[in-house]
């Protein structure tokens, strides 16, 4: 099947610093890369559609500015995280969506933010 | 607000066979139903799709009824690997597939 791959799998930054998570779909193109977020003991919550070579389209209440989303290629979309504060410590997914007769989504292993 | 509604938590034991019905009274005409499962710090995983009446695999059968307005996800012989979050989605019908996730149900097998 096919593979989703984030990077980092987890990272520790202090507050006011910016992080990048790497999303890439590893066997297939994906023109629509989505990214979630997952407090403890909740559900995911979908703050963005990347869309390749254009801008992403934020659900409301996520502030574009500070999540910045660049999907520069068929394969990759990035998730920058701007002077981060604790409030930002959060699990983040993304998915790659393909479609192969009926619409799949493959999400990404995760990666876990700590703000310090 | 999501698309669907689960039960919050189930329990079951393990050998026994597990159905967890999910409610989607407004899904769409070009909308398909999708199960995934999600272990503590891991991203969902895919378990079954459909659109309606019954779909089976090595892991799970899928039942939708003619109005397409429920599904039921039967997990047969539960063992204590298979204790985790399961969502039901709906794919947006106007083709993104974005998905709007649900609380799911919080499966656990006991011994």
């Known amino acids: 099947g096919a593979v989703v791959s984030q990077h980092p799998s987890w990272v520790i930054c202090k507050s006011g610093t910016s992080v990048k998570i790497e999303c890439r779909s590893l066997?297939?193109?994906?023109?629509?890369m989505f990214w979630y977020r997952q407090f403890p003991k909740q559900s995911l919550m979908l703050m963005a559609t990347s869309n390749e070579g254009s801008k992403a389209t934020y659900e409301q209440g996520v502030e574009k500015d500070k999540f910045l989303i660049n999907h520069a290629s068929l394969t990759l979309s990035t998730l920058t995280v701007t002077s981060a504060h604790p409030e930002d410590s959060s699990f983040y997914i993304c998915?790659?969506?393909?479609?192969?007769?009926?619409?799949?989504?493959?999400f990404g292993p995760g990666t876990r933010l700590t703000v310090l | 607000l999501a698309k669907t509604t689960q039960p919050i938590s189930m329990d079951s034991y393990e050998g026994q066979e597990v159905n967890i019905t999910c409610s989607h009274n407004?899904?769409?005409?070009?909308?398909?139903i999708t199960w995934y499962q999600q272990f503590p710090s891991q991203g969902p995983r895919f378990i079954i799709q459909g659109y309606k009446t019954k779909v089976t695999n090595e892991v799970a059968s899928l039942f939708i009824p003619a109005d397409r307005k429920s599904s039921t996800l039967s997990l047969p012989r539960v063992s204590l690997s298979d204790t985790a979050v399961y969502y039901c989605l709906v794919g947006d019908s106007a083709g993104t597939y974005k998905y709007i996730f649900g609380t799911g149900t919080r499966l656990k097998v006991l011994a």
């Open positions: 066997d297939f193109q994906a023109t629509t």
């Open positions: 998915s790659a969506g393909r479609l192969a007769g009926v619409h799949e989504q493959f």
């Open positions: 407004n899904i769409a005409t070009n909308d398909y």
